[in-house]
């Protein structure tokens, strides 16, 4: 093989190393965001079944209706917060269902989970799920710094030196 194609193949190979390189750069820095929100709402889901737990079984034990499916509805109330943005609604899908069969403890499942709902996001909702969803925008921004900061040969944000 000739010294020209060896030394095309040989950038051609370092460019896909590059690229490569890079692309699974991107992939990680996707995955830990995406990761870190996703248990952020795991935890969120956890403690609002959690409150709605406890609160089902206060509510009882102050003299209202008792509750046989308390942890069904604890449950169906945290399983459904770890899916954006529908989940609190999905929530009030057993409302929809007691409210015809027996209106007052509708009433009092929708206060408990309210409650619950609030009480959690006031106190770690807003610490766990700071940043809102990873923007495909973001991911791309940083991937073209990656990719300009490996081509430069600089890493972590240094800049090469201009000086001789």
């Not at 750069?25 to 709605?52: E, H, W």
């Not at 308390?70 to 989940?87: C, D, K, M, R, S």
């Not at 106190?123 to 991937?143: C, F, H, K």
């Amino acid at each position: 093989m000739p010294d020209s194609s060896r030394s095309l193949t040989y950038a051609a190979l370092a460019v896909l190393i590059l690229i490569w390189g890079t692309t699974w750069a991107v992939i990680r820095i996707y995955d830990r965001a995406a990761g870190t929100y996703l248990r952020g709402f795991v935890v969120i889901a956890f403690l609002v079944g959690l409150a709605t737990y406890f609160g089902l079984g206060l509510v009882t034990r102050l003299g209202g209706p008792e509750f046989t499916g308390q942890l069904a509805l604890a449950t169906f109330a945290g399983a459904v917060q770890v899916i954006p943005e529908l989940g609190p609604l999905l929530g009030l899908i057993p409302v929809l269902l007691l409210v015809a069969i027996d209106p007052e403890r509708a009433a009092i499942y929708l206060a408990v989970y309210v409650a619950a709902r609030l009480l959690v996001g006031w106190t770690v909702g807003g610490r766990l799920i700071e940043t809102g969803p990873v923007r495909s925008r973001d991911v791309a921004s940083a991937g073209k710094r990656l990719a300009v900061d490996r081509i430069l040969g600089t890493h972590r944000g240094d800049r090469p030196s201009l000086r001789r």
